[in-house]
């Protein structure tokens, strides 16, 4: 065995290694949209089953004529 003196020397990548890393990024890349995805469902799902404050409810169900009750 020789010491070249470079201890951190790398092996020329070869196609198979390069392969190797576009899988992973690729990979990656699923894994977080599949998450994203997951997530933003969640988030719909919360949204449809949140109940309505009902303040808010009131207001959209029972119009109110102001301007009768100011004549009162």
């Given at each position: 065995m020789?010491?070249?003196?470079?201890?951190?020397?790398?092996?020329?990548?070869?196609?198979?290694?390069k392969?190797?890393t576009?899988?992973?990024?690729?990979?990656?890349?699923?894994?977080?949209?599949?998450?994203?995805?997951?997530?933003?469902?969640?988030?719909?799902?919360?949204?449809?089953?949140?109940?309505?404050?009902?303040?808010?409810?009131?207001?959209?169900?029972?119009?109110?004529?102001?301007?009768?009750?100011?004549?009162?």
């Amino acid at each position: 065995m020789t010491d070249d003196g470079n201890p951190k020397a790398q092996a020329p990548e070869n196609e198979d290694s390069k392969n190797l890393t576009g899988m992973a990024k690729a990979f990656l890349v699923s894994v977080a949209w599949s998450y994203a995805e997951a997530l933003e469902r969640t988030k719909r799902s919360r949204n449809s089953q949140e109940p309505v404050p009902e303040s808010q409810t009131q207001s959209q169900t029972e119009p109110v004529d102001r301007d009768s009750e100011s004549n009162q």
